[in-house]
């Protein structure tokens, strides 16, 4: 492969590195947020793009058919933290596809009422929760963090059940993450997003990056891709918190650094082509 790329490790991700490379136009690139272009923190409110990896994706916007980024976060707020307002036709793609942010329109259906019954019932739920798990509230999903707590791992088990059954009761998923617990509307996840801006946006070839459980059914998504007769390439963002999407991925680099150095060699591949 070109410059400073990674090489695939499976024959598919190769094909479709190859096929990115000589038809940019036809190929869809997107990513996760949180752990993958930006590094994980304790407030995700100080969260921000690793350095470079922004100007990267300025690059391939102009050089791929379409560049986008899929997150559990509120797409505004994406926007606003990553600073991608100045990025021609960037996509957002916010709450796993739930809302779309596009050319400064941001756009979504209302939320459903059981997102509404949960936050009203959380106080009570969490009042005996160890000293610093808190609640991020993203207008259309609740996400309970345990990074702050003496013991994240173990409150995070600990607040699995009783948040699962609320979730259950108010009709609503829960997704399980890097030491957080995220109650959402159900139906949406960021491989169905993957497969609808794909098909909308008549990709040939389709990357994505991810670091989190999260993000499995996007990988999913890019197998079915392939299954489907086109090409697909999956990167994981690796972490020592989260290992199952390594084992899965074509290309495994080392955090958001990795992920920022890989859009950048990209984006100088198809430059020198």
Not at 69 to 89: K, M, S, W, Y
Not at 124 to 138: Q, R
Not at 225 to 244: D, I
Request: hydrophobic share 45%; glycine share 12%.
């Amino acid at each position: 492969m070109s410059g400073g790329l990674p090489v695939p490790r499976t024959r598919e991700g190769l094909a479709a590195l190859a096929e990115i490379l000589r038809h940019p136009g036809s190929a869809l690139i997107a990513s996760d947020f949180d752990g993958t272009l930006a590094p994980i923190v304790s407030d995700p409110r100080a969260a921000r793009p690793y350095p470079g990896a922004v100007a990267a994706l300025q690059r391939l916007s102009k050089l791929a058919g379409t560049v986008a980024v899929i997150t559990g976060r509120p797409a505004a707020r994406a926007v606003e933290l990553g600073g991608f307002d100045d990025i021609p036709g960037l996509i957002v793609l916010g709450h796993y596809g739930w809302e779309r942010w596009e050319n400064g329109l941001l756009t979504s259906p209302p939320s459903p009422p059981g997102v509404a019954a949960a936050r009203g019932r959380l106080p009570e739920l969490l009042a005996g929760a160890p000293e610093g798990t808190w609640v991020e509230d993203k207008g259309h999903a609740l996400a309970v963090h345990t990074r702050r707590t003496a013991d994240p791992a173990g409150t995070l088990e600990r607040l699995a059940g009783p948040l699962a059954e609320l979730a259950a009761t108010t009709g609503l998923m829960c997704e399980p993450g890097r030491m957080v617990i995220e109650l959402r509307p159900p139906g949406t996840d960021k491989g169905s997003a993957l497969s609808a801006l794909a098909a909308e946006r008549n990709a040939k070839t389709v990357l994505f990056a991810g670091d989190d459980v999260g993000d499995l059914p996007a990988f999913a998504a890019v197998r079915a891709w392939r299954e489907s007769g086109h090409l697909g390439l999956t990167v994981c963002s690796e972490s020592e918190e989260v290992t199952e999407l390594a084992a899965q991925a074509d290309i495994a680099v080392e955090g958001p650094a990795g992920v920022s150095g890989l859009l950048s060699s990209l984006a100088d591949a198809i430059s020198a082509t």
